[in-house]
T-cell receptor
């Protein structure tokens, strides 16, 4: 059974600070890793994808991957109230059946 | 910007009734996914299509759920009969289907079974 674990939160961060979101996964064969943002009542929206160990930066967002530790993280710099949402970690295994396995999500609140 | 289309956006039905959801993926996307998201949980894959063929339906409750993608383009997910526990958001996603391709989600259909 493939599992993706996230702290459900809520995680409260002051505006302008760095928000750090974490995720662990059980399937060592996992190849691709994604962070989606989901506002209440809306569908998930892709924020970042990462495939290799190390850091990947895109604007205020940095994804970090450590396959040896089976750990993925997302850093949000200069947090804004509009960043308040649920952040879903998703993992894809290699192979033809490549549906995503999602964590339960971390609810992030940016305090003005 | 191309988007995944879904309809209806909201559906209220009584238990034991039949319901159907429709999805039109982004043009050119060979792979189509149906997910179910229960409130407070992450999305769970129900079925994956590659063109018109089912690639993975291991988590689809086949006694009451069915899915088809007859011409390899749009897709329909059906529940018959609906149960109270089926109340959830049903999400359709599509991708080009090649390695490392991103899945793009539609707006979802929110189902309430009374």
């Amino acid at each position: 059974q493939k599992e993706v674990e996230q702290n459900s939160g809520p995680l409260s961060v002051p505006e302008g600070a760095i928000a750090s979101l974490n995720c662990t996964y059980s399937d060592r064969g996992s190849q691709s890793f994604f962070w989606y943002r989901q506002y209440s009542g809306k569908s998930p929206e892709l924020i970042m994808s990462i495939y290799s160990n190390g850091d990947k930066e895109d604007g205020r967002f940095t994804a970090q991957l450590n396959k040896a530790s089976q750990y993925v993280s997302l850093l949000i710099r200069d947090s804004q109230p509009s960043d308040s949402a649920t952040y879903l970690c998703a993992v894809k295994s290699g192979g033809g059946a490549d549906g995503l396995t999602f964590g339960k999500g971390t609810h992030l609140i940016i305090q003005p | 910007e191309a988007e995944v289309a879904q309809s209806p956006r909201y559906k209220i039905t009584e238990k034991s009734q039949a319901v159907a959801f429709w999805c039109d993926p982004i043009s050119g996307h060979a792979t189509l996914y149906w997910y179910r998201q229960i409130l407070g949980q992450g999305p769970e894959l129900l079925v994956q299509f590659q063109d018109e063929s089912v690639v993975d339906d291991s988590q689809l409750p086949k006694d009451r759920f069915s899915a088809e993608r007859l011409k390899g383009v749009d897709s329909t997910l059906k529940i018959q009969p609906a149960e109270l526990g089926d109340s959830a958001m049903y999400l359709c996603a599509s991708s080009l289907g090649r390695s490392r391709e991103t899945q793009y989600f539609g707006p979802g259909t929110r189902l309430l079974v009374l």
